[in-house]
């Protein structure tokens, strides 16, 4: 006898963070099949689409951190009723630095399925190229934008003995690794990686003050992820 299916379940599925050669054969496959794809900004993720063979593109509703708390509830409750729900973020993996952990818990309290098509996470791109000590990292999203607060982050960590992942935009890079030389010394060894898997892909790793000799030499443009290294480690 066919088992009657009763509930559905959420799919977390990243996408690339650049390079459209990055999206897997399985997030393709999730993304044509399901009941309805929850992305950020429906715009983005409809010219993704857009660059797929699908012929019977899901509904895409903008779950974004304004509407997460309600909408989270909301897409459970169509999860419980059958449906195969994915959620994206514009781009790389879902509910890192992104909206997605509200949907995540509610499903879970719910009893109701969770899993994932993983793939391009910037930190994690970043972090595997860096040259830095990558046994273990303490990721931290963007820091406080506040130069006084991100100091007293950066300061608060000194000590700490693994690697510090962060993201930044292109217009606090050089704020932020300034207030890092200031608060950890010009010799702290860190990873700047700029435009992971696109064009202008580049990576500096060293002393802090090399690297945002070379950050202020070039192109501030587009986006970022900083690695700090422990204290006393030498590239
Ligand atoms: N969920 C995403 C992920 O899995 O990487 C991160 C989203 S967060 C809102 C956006 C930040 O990720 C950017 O400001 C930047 O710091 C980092 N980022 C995203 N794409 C990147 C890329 N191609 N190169 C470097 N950093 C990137």
């Keep these: 006898m066919k088992s009657v299916k009763t509930k559905g379940s959420l799919i977390l599925v990243s996408v690339p963070i650049g390079n459209m050669g990055d999206l897997s054969k399985r997030a393709y496959e999730m993304l044509k099949s399901v009941d309805c794809i929850a992305c950020e900004d429906t715009r983005v993720t409809g010219k993704l689409l857009a660059k797929l063979p699908i012929a019977n593109r899901p509904d895409l509703i903008s779950y974004r951190d304004e509407n997460e708390s309600y909408l989270a509830e909301k897409l459970a409750e169509r999860i419980d ?6 959620l994206v973020s514009d781009a790389g993996t879902p509910a890192i630095s992104d909206p997605g952990f509200r949907l995540v818990r509610e499903c879970h309290r719910r009893r109701l399925a969770v899993t994932s098509t993983p793939g391009p996470c910037a930190a994690i791109a970043a972090l595997s190229i860096s040259g830095l000590p990558s046994d273990g990292f303490f990721f931290t999203g ?3 934008p506040k130069r006084a607060a991100r100091q007293r982050f950066l300061k608060s960590y000194q000590d700490f003995g693994y690697t510090i992942v962060a993201y930044e935009s292109c217009h606090r890079v050089s704020k932020f690794i300034n207030d890092l030389v200031d608060s950890l010394g010009p010799n702290r060894c860190i990873c700047v990686a700029r435009e992971l898997t696109k064009k ?5 790793s060293g002393p802090a003050y090399e690297v945002l000799q070379h950050i202020e030499q070039g192109s501030i443009k587009g986006e970022f992820v900083i690695c700090i290294a422990k204290d ?4």
């Excluded at 009723?81 to 994915?86: D, L, S």
């Excluded at 006393?232 to 590239?235: A, Q, T, Y």
């Design 81 to 86: 009723a059958g449906e195969e729900i994915a």
């Design 142 to 144: 963007f820091l406080p």
């Design 200 to 204: 202008h892909e580049t990576v500096f």
């Design 232 to 235: 006393g480690f030498v590239l």
